[in-house]
Nanobody, 125 residues
Framework: VQLQAFGGGLVQAGGSLRLSCAAS????????MGWFRQAPGKEREFLSG????????DYADSVKGRFTISRDNAKNTVYLQMNSLKPDDTGVYYC???????????????????WGQGTQVTVSS
């Protein structure tokens, strides 16, 4: 699976962005998917995950209620809708695919087998 994330950019605090992650290959629907963020000088952190059908999702406390993950298996794409953005949301956002996350999304990076190249999100105050 090859992943390409896009949709990042510069936005003012309180604004919104929608990230997309396009996947290649016929088996996209068999993977759990996740979004991660790496802020400057910090470790990469889990933000959100979704199972194969979209029936199970998970969010880090820092984004719960502001971010929404979804997927369209017909389009081989997973999305991250980000609302009420804060300067602390600044970072490089990565999508990733988890072969074992078919039924329940997982948080640890060690489970994710494939990674996109990342897209920069900058939130100005």
């Amino acid at each position: 699976v090859q992943l390409q994330a896009f949709g990042g950019g510069l936005v003012q605090a309180g604004g919104s962005l929608r990230l997309s992650c396009a996947a290649s290959g016929p088996t996209f629907s068999s993977y759990g998917m996740g979004w991660f963020r790496q802020a400057p000088g910090k470790e990469r952190e889990f933000l959100s995950g979704i199972n194969w059908s979209g029936s199970s999702t998970d969010y880090a406390d820092s984004v719960k209620g502001r971010f929404t993950i979804s997927r369209d298996n017909a389009k081989n794409t997973v999305y991250l809708q980000m609302n009420s953005l804060k300067p602390d949301d600044t970072g490089v956002y990565y999508c990733a695919a988890d072969r074992g996350g078919f039924s329940v999304p997982r948080r640890s990076m060690v489970y994710y087998n494939y990674w996109g190249q990342g897209t920069q999100v900058t939130v100005s105050s």
